[in-house]
């Protein structure tokens, strides 16, 4: 459940007007916004939105058009490969290794060996020496997101991680990012509100490159923002100590 | 579950004593048989035979097939494509051509220079013609990369034999160099040899060098800037590395092909894909492999040669194609 009062003050990740273009397209917009120290931040918005963007510029991967953004108060530029390495961690959205790497292979990408209390919480101790490609979505996310954390960076960022499981896995693996955020940020790129109001302990809506809102998930997700966001009128469903569903107000057909 | 897979020492220590016993056959085979025992003992013509005409050779053999095989793990591992090899993606071809421009008009550069220089630019042209075109619009197409390649190497074939037309005569020696397109390793100084293995050793601890970061690679190149590379320097520094070890292996052995394939194939498939092991695996197999086929291409039908990239073609074609189908079956 939501813990605001797990957040620490000062700013992991701050980004200050960040613009991006392509050609005339603007991806990111008079972007700012900052990630505490801890926590599960959830990044929501229709396609297009900018949340990947987001995601490579917090990463150094995209080239700004105008603003800066600073990890731990320095700017991005300022810091070498190696030194950012060890802060941030990234899992992509399509996780797939080009190799036929085992588990164990993979793990031993990481920029630390994993301990053995990681591999027990991603329960990845019989997965070892199977191929990576061959597991379950869910079996991959863990282990991606275990190669990830093993050196304990202060910042995780996963750009849709949950996005090609079941609904168990899903939960499953939200409750592992979830833990992850008790110690590090956690940025997760989600397109489930439900799974963003039941998991994140912050929220921040984008749409067109724009960032509509943040904040504690409640606040923040209300009809008029997601309206806005999505163009399109939705209705929440409460679930009861929980949080709620939400499904768009189609039109009845003629 | 995957095969178990060996770890380096073990895999070395098998590729050692293989390559001890591919080194006696290779010394003891030629025109004439010379048993060890005669040119382990006393000096006399056979030995002297021996060691100033056939070791030199043996060890050219040995750097061609390391070089071919570091080139096709380099590329491999930066075009994160598995079919990736000097001859496919137009790295050899551009060698080739280089090469044959130094040895059609020797007035250009001096000589002794003018064949492995040409030949790295060749390569090292045609590596990055064929890298920009898979880069176009800023991500990487495989299939695209492949085909460009494809595309180049069946060019530069064409300009090489263009040039041979136009510039060939029996005075510039166009029977040697249509030989030396063929695939077949030349016959060296000692002095050479000697001043070619630095290279290699320097070649090989490059590309061990650069190992973590191909295996970073292969999880894409966002993940791999995740954790501390550069992308543009890593794949740069790659490309660089494999049209060197190409243009060495082109100088010394012409135009051979399938060594860059198979041998980077099979020790993936024995070691694992992560490149710290494979980069001296691959450099000892291959040179093994190629001292093998050199072997036989001078002593079966001695004293004439069958060229050596008719050979590797020949054999390990069918070879791979067998070792492929076992896979399948396997799996």
């Known amino acids: ?254 | 579950m995957t095969p178990a897979r060996w770890s380096l020492g073990p895999a070395l220590a098998v590729l050692a004593v293989t390559g001890v016993l591919a080194f006696g056959l290779s010394l003891s085979l030629g025109a004439a048989w010379v048993s060890p025992a005669r040119w382990l003992g006393e000096p006399g013509l056979e030995r002297e035979l021996v060691w100033v005409w056939r070791a030199p050779r043996v060890a050219a053999a040995f750097f061609v097939g390391a070089c071919l095989s570091l080139a096709g793990l380099l590329f491999q591992g930066v075009f994160r494509n598995p079919l990736a090899e000097p001859y496919l993606l137009g790295s050899a071809a551009g060698a080739g051509l280089g090469a044959a421009i130094a040895l059609l008009l020797p007035q250009l550069l001096p000589p002794a220079w003018s064949l492995p220089v040409m030949a790295f630019l060749g390569a090292w042209g045609a590596s990055w013609l064929v890298l920009a075109v898979g880069r176009i619009g800023g991500a990487w197409q495989s299939a695209r990369l492949l085909l460009a390649g494809v595309a180049l190497a069946a060019i530069l074939s064409a300009l090489r034999g263009l040039l041979l037309m136009v510039f060939g005569d029996e005075s510039t020696n166009l029977r040697a160099i249509v030989s030396w397109q063929l695939g077949g390793v030349q016959t060296p100084a000692v002095a050479e040899v000697l001043g070619f293995g630095p290279w290699l050793l320097l070649l090989g601890w490059a590309a061990w060098r650069l190992a973590p970061g191909l295996d970073a690679l292969g999880l894409g190149d966002a993940a791999a800037q995740s954790l501390g590379h550069r992308v543009p320097r890593l794949v740069a520094g790659a490309v660089l590395l494999a049209a060197l070890a190409t243009a060495l292996a082109v100088s010394w052995g012409g135009l051979i092909g399938f060594v860059g394939l198979i041998v980077p194939h099979v020790l993936r498939w024995w070691l694992g894909p992560l490149h710290g092991p494979l980069v001296p695996a691959c450099m000892v197999a291959g040179g093994v492999l190629m001292v093998l086929v050199d072997t036989v291409a001078r002593s079966s039908m001695a004293p004439s040669e069958i060229p050596a990239g008719l050979l590797t073609a020949v054999i390990g074609g069918p070879f791979f194609l067998a070792l492929l189908l076992w896979r399948q079956d396997r799996s």
């Not at chain 1, 993979?106 to 019989?126: I, N, R, T, V």
């Not at chain 1, 997965?127 to 093993?150: C, K």
């Not at chain 1, 050196?151 to 168990?168: M, R, V």
């Not at chain 1, 590090?184 to 799974?195: E, F, K, R």
Request: proline share 7%; hydrophobic share 45%; aromatic share 6%.
């Open chain 1, 1 to 254: 459940m939501n813990s605001a009062d797990r957040f620490c003050s000062e700013p992991l990740l701050a980004f200050g007007g960040v613009e991006v273009r392509i050609g005339t397209k603007a991806l990111l917009s008079d972007l700012t916004l900052t990630v505490p120290r801890c926590g599960l931040f959830g990044l929501v918005g229709p396609n297009g939105a900018g949340k990947s963007t987001f995601v490579r510029a917090a990463l150094g991967l995209q080239a700004l058009s105008r603003g800066e953004v600073r990890l731990c108060g320095r700017r991005l530029q300022d810091w070498r490969p190696r030194e950012q390495a060890r802060q941030v961690g990234y899992v992509p959205q399509h996780i797939h290794s080009h190799w036929d790497l085992t588990v164990r292979e993979l793990l031993q990408l990481a920029l630390a060996p994993p301990s053995a209390e990681l591999l027990h919480d991603f329960e990845l101790e019989h997965l070892l020496a199977r191929r990576f490609n061959t597991l379950s979505g869910g079996e991959q996310a863990r282990a991606a997101i275990a190669r990830t954390m093993a050196h304990q960076p202060a910042l995780l960022l996963a750009d849709e991680p949950a996005a090609h499981l079941d609904l168990p896995h899903q939960h499953a693996l939200l409750r592992l990012l979830q833990a992850c955020a008790t110690r590090s940020a956690v940025v997760i790129v989600l397109h489930d509100l439900h799974l963003a109001a039941r998991y994140c302990d912050q929220v921040a809506v984008m749409a067109q490159g724009r960032l509509l809102r943040h904040g504690p998930p409640d606040a923040v997700l209300d009809d008029t923002t997601l309206a806005r966001a999505y163009e399109e009128p939705l209705m929440r469903i409460p679930i009861p100590a929980q949080s709620f569903f939400t499904v768009p107000l189609l039109e009845t057909p003629p």
